[in-house]
C-alpha cells in the first residue's frame, strides 16, 4: 500500500479505532498467589539450628502457648463467676 493510498484511507472516514482488533480482558478464575511468599516453607533447617521454644505469652511459661495456657483458663474462669 503506498502512502497515498494510507492517507486517503484515513480520510474516508475509516477511523483507526475501528481497524483495532477488539481485545477482551478477563478476571481470574481462581486467587492468585504471590510469587515472593511460597505457602509452605521449603527451607531446609541446618542441623546446628536449634528449635524454638514455646514460651506464653501470658505467663512466660515454656512448652505451650497463650491460647493453651492453663492459668489464663483459670484467671478467665474465675471472672466469669
Not at 15 to 25: A, N
Not at 28 to 38: A, F, N, Q, R, S
Not at 68 to 75: G, M, P, Q, V
Amino acid at each position: 500500500m503506498s502512502l497515498e493510498n494510507a492517507s486517503q484511507g484515513s480520510c474516508m472516514g475509516a477511523s483507526q479505532i475501528d481497524m483495532m482488533p477488539q481485545l477482551s480482558v478477563r478476571d481470574p478464575l481462581g486467587p492468585t498467589t504471590k510469587k515472593w511468599h511460597p505457602k509452605i516453607a521449603s527451607r531446609i533447617k541446618s542441623s546446628l539450628e536449634a528449635p524454638k521454644k514455646r514460651t506464653c505469652s501470658y505467663c512466660q511459661g515454656l512448652g505451650h502457648y497463650a491460647t493453651s495456657c492453663l492459668k489464663r483458663k483459670a484467671d478467665e474462669s474465675l471472672q466469669d463467676t
